[in-house]
């Protein structure tokens, strides 16, 4: 695991000056069969990281947002993104980050969030606590609804009926803000954020967070309370205790029946 994480983070200090050189320069923007957006830092970035991971793992997959992937069916396989939140990068805001998973049999064994203009690095493993810039971080001790804030990246990753089960679960919380993409689940892991709901998400947003988010003692599953896979529907659910995801999947199948 030493050996894996070292790799990531290689692959991760690879991708940081790519993406600052790119941040607020002039930019074309193109749009994805999804209509995301995509620019040639995303693209850049990826290739960066894909060769730091091709050099110390030539028998792993790799699995990119913009390149596909490869080698999905070996027993380990990375996974990334090269810029998640690409609209608040070609905005020019710096809460974008960069992701990083290792798939052993499917399950994320780690996953590492660089946010490379705030200096902030996550790394998650499943044999160890999470750590912040090397030091270990441990979720809020949060445990009720009514006292828990709601995040999600915006209202409109939500399809109509998705918002409704949204807005019943923010309902009976503290109250709700928006905004964040992976940083969120880093700030979650580090003690500031109680519960996030998301959906239309895809694995490489997803899977590097599932380490960060239960080394740091929160749990993250899809919203049945589910274990994220690569074929999760991206419906994510994170909270900062066991306690209250469990409140939250309750409210959730109450608001659904």
């Not at 070996?74 to 798939?103: A, Q, Y």
């Not at 003690?191 to 947003?205: F, K, R, S, T, V």
């Not at 589910?226 to 109450?254: F, K």
Request: hydrophobic share 40%.
């Amino acid at each position: 695991m030493d050996d894996f994480e070292a790799i990531a983070l290689n692959a991760l200090e690879a991708a940081r000056p790519l993406a600052r050189s790119y941040f607020r320069t002039p930019l074309k923007v193109e749009r994805k069969a999804d209509c995301s957006p995509v620019t040639l830092a995303d693209r850049a970035v990826e290739r960066a990281m894909t060769a730091v991971l091709e050099k110390a793992c030539p028998n792993h997959g790799v699995l990119g947002e913009e390149y596909g992937t490869s080698g999905a069916d070996g027993r380990h396989v990375w996974v990334i993104d090269p810029i998640d939140g690409t609209k608040s990068f070609i905005s020019g805001v710096p809460l974008f980050g960069t992701l990083i998973s290792l798939l052993e049999d499917g399950a994320p064994i780690l996953g590492g969030i660089d946010m490379p203009m705030l200096g902030e690095t996550w790394i998650g493993r499943v044999d160890r606590d999470t750590r912040m810039n090397g030091e270990t971080c441990r979720s809020a001790r949060q445990t009720r609804l009514e006292d828990a804030v709601l995040f999600a990246t915006s209202p409109d990753q939500f399809t109509a009926e998705e918002y409704r089960l949204f807005d019943g679960l923010s309902q009976v919380c503290a109250g709700r803000r928006f905004g964040g993409d992976c940083y969120s689940y880093g700030l979650m892991a580090s003690g500031h954020i109680d519960l996030i709901l998301e959906a239309g998400l895809q694995p490489y947003d997803y899977l590097p967070l599932v380490p960060i988010v239960t080394g740091a003692g929160g749990v993250i599953t899809d919203w049945n309370g589910a274990p994220l896979t690569l074929r999760s529907q991206g419906r994510v659910l994170a909270a900062a205790t066991p306690d209250l995801h469990r409140e939250a999947v309750e409210r959730l199948r109450n608001c659904a029946a």
